[in-house]
């Protein structure tokens, strides 16, 4: 287990892989190739238990063939909790193999959490909890995302945490189209979304690296690149994590709006557009379905050569 901040953590990892790529772990039954189950899993005629097996296989399989082809460009995975959750232990024990068995790598635990008193005490020992090997969360990762929304008590239970080597990234702007119906108006003549990211850049500062940025760290969809100019005058020394580009529409040209002046503040969230490429973004049709890990490490790879065009190499 390392010691350093994470946010030193992630950026020598971009320093190393050249990159600033994190790959989203989604594992769907309905867009997986059909040599992985797809749909069929759930029509086999089989009982509760075989189902929950055969989907275990399914998704490990899966997510195991995407980390095998892009290790080396990715410099972390972010796992959307929803896609393990639903399917109850039988997900949850695959994601747990694969926090354990692939531990030296980075990842993102993506579940938005956001609450108050014991109750956010008991998200942030659920993913950060470690004593050592005998003592610690199943689900144990290196940062999550949360909802600052509740306030700076819905937060303060994680801080500890923070101070030592994991990272959090507190939602701002989000990608999606109706964002704007909250994050979007004003208090004082200030968006929603910039009074988050001024009070996240005050409640990080005591978390600052040497590379001169917090492991506490926001969100904000590539969608939104002046909203992400605004946040970034903001708070400078956050790190930012950036969902939408690709499938969502973000585009890798704006990724300027998002890094800091050394080009190193902000990670880019790829899911759909690499690890289903075979079937979604310009690399569709391309490959069998069988081999969705090629198209999978051909995406990574033109969305690593991208950001680099835009913004130099970390």
């Avoid at 410099?75 to 024990?93: D, I, T, W």
Wanted: charge should be negative; glycine fraction near 10%.
């Amino acid at each position: 287990m390392t010691t350093a901040n994470f946010a030193d953590q992630l950026i020598d990892e971009m320093k190393r892989k050249k990159s600033r790529l994190i790959v989203g772990l989604d594992p769907s039954q309905e867009h997986a190739p059909a040599s992985l189950g797809g749909e069929v899993v759930a029509t086999l005629g089989l009982g509760t238990r075989e189902i929950g097996v055969a989907r275990q296989w399914a998704m490990r399989e899966f997510c195991e063939r995407i980390i095998a082809a892009t290790e080396d460009i990715a410099v972390g995975y972010k796992v959307q909790l929803a896609y393990f959750e639903r399917y109850g232990s039988a997900g949850m024990h695959v994601l747990e193999r694969l926090l354990l068995e692939h531990e030296p790598k980075l990842f993102i635990l993506d579940g938005k959490r956001g609450d108050i008193g014991a109750t956010s005490k008991a998200y942030a020992d659920a993913y950060f909890y470690d004593k050592g090997t005998d003592d610690q969360s199943p689900l144990l990762c290196d940062a999550v995302t949360l909802n600052g929304y509740l306030g700076k008590d819905a937060l303060e239970p994680f801080f500890p945490f923070l101070a030592q080597n994991k990272g959090a990234f507190v939602l701002a702007k989000t990608s999606n189209p109706s964002s704007g119906d909250l994050q979007d108006q004003e208090i004082d003549g200030e968006p929603v979304y910039a009074r988050m990211a001024r009070l996240v850049n005050e409640w990080g500062a005591d978390f600052v690296g040497d590379h001169g940025y917090s492991s506490l760290g926001l969100v904000v969809g590539a969608t939104y690149p002046e909203a992400a100019r605004r946040v970034r005058q903001l708070a400078p020394k956050s790190l930012i994590l950036v969902p939408g580009i690709g499938v969502q529409g973000g585009r890798p040209q704006d990724a300027d709006a998002f890094a800091g002046e050394d080009g190193c503040g902000a990670v880019f969230n790829f899911s759909r557009s690499i690890i289903y490429a075979y079937k979604y973004g310009p690399f569709a049709d391309e490959h069998d379905e069988d081999k969705f890990e090629t198209a999978a490490r051909v995406a990574a790879e033109h969305y690593r050569v991208s950001l680099n065009e835009a913004l130099g190499e970390p």
